[in-house]
């Protein structure tokens, strides 16, 4: 399950520095390494201490833990809509994101030059939400124009409710709302989704702050954008780029020192990536063998066929059953065998839901 997401902010935010150390910190992973596929796209580890719990009971050979990309998005200006700036290949990159990570300036440095001339981080989000919905809106604005001419000769009630989708996401976002502000039905959203709106994506706004303001939690700027977050319905985490880079950079035997020092257990950029994959609505399950222990993502709700289909198409096709326990029964008991004896190990049909944490093992037949 290839997921993206996109970096992006104005130009001077600390985003890119974000995205280097995100790239250095995950460099050191035997099993999994950053791999860079351009350059500007990495894949980096989402960090689970249940992956190395659960190697410890189990022993095996290999361990592979699950992956996201991440995109560090070119800065975008007031009237990248337009095409000013880099807005055109911003615009085009983040088009094929499944979510973004917005990050905004809340710190003050006279050697850090900002774009506006100073630092205000509401107004920072407005340039680029506005961008978002101005582009959004010529996109939509084209399929409309191309929609209400084939709807004038058609019956099909395929293309009535797709005429009627448009007209709801144009009205939207021409009184400057988001696409995500249309609430679709699961016959109405394919249409929508085909669109690859930039405002439909959910988002999490990184708050990133002075290694001092961090410390201290964050500083009425961060309280602003939390307040604007929670209007919006969306998050925030707070962040230090800069200590972030530094942490990257250290040898991993001396980073455990450095974050104690800090007041911290682990660098902030594992919370940063686990924010960004509950962002997309996804969980985590394991197969557990002798030869592999393997993290797997599925969206949440996802039923047993569905997360077998993640290993390989042949194991939804033949689904049996699932067998399965989870990962905090293995932990109390210390092995499967233990789990079996105490009657938590079940066979699950195809009607099972995944639970995040699951153990797994797929019987199948093709």
Known sequence: MALQVGIVGLPNVGKSTLFNALTSAKAEAANYPFCTIDPNVGIVTVPDPRLDKITGFVKPQSVVPTTMEFVDIAGIVKGASQGEGLGNQFLGHIKQTDAIVHVVRCFDDPNVIHVSGSVDPLRDMDVINTELMLADYETVDKKLKRIEKAAKTSADPKVKMDLDVTQRLHQALAQGKPARSVVLNDLEAPYARELHLLTSKPVLYACNVSDTDFAAGGNDWVRAVEKRAAEENNKTILICSAMEAEI?????????????????????????????????????????????????????????????????????????????????????????AAVKVAGKYRSEGKDYTVKDGDILFFKFNV
């Open 248 to 336: 990257a950079q250290l040898p991993p035997e001396e980073r455990t020192e450095f974050l104690s020092s800090m007041g911290a257990t682990e660098p902030g950029l594992n919370r940063l990536i686990r924010e960004a994959y509950a962002l997309l609505g996804l969980a985590t399950y394991f197969t557990a063998g002798e030869k592999e222990v393997r993290a797997w993502t599925i969206k949440i709700g996802m039923k047993a066929p569905q997360a077998a289909g993640v290993i390989h198409t042949d194991f939804e096709k033949g689904f049996i059953r699932a067998e399965a326990y989870h990962c905090e029964d293995l932990f109390t008991l210390k092995s499967e």
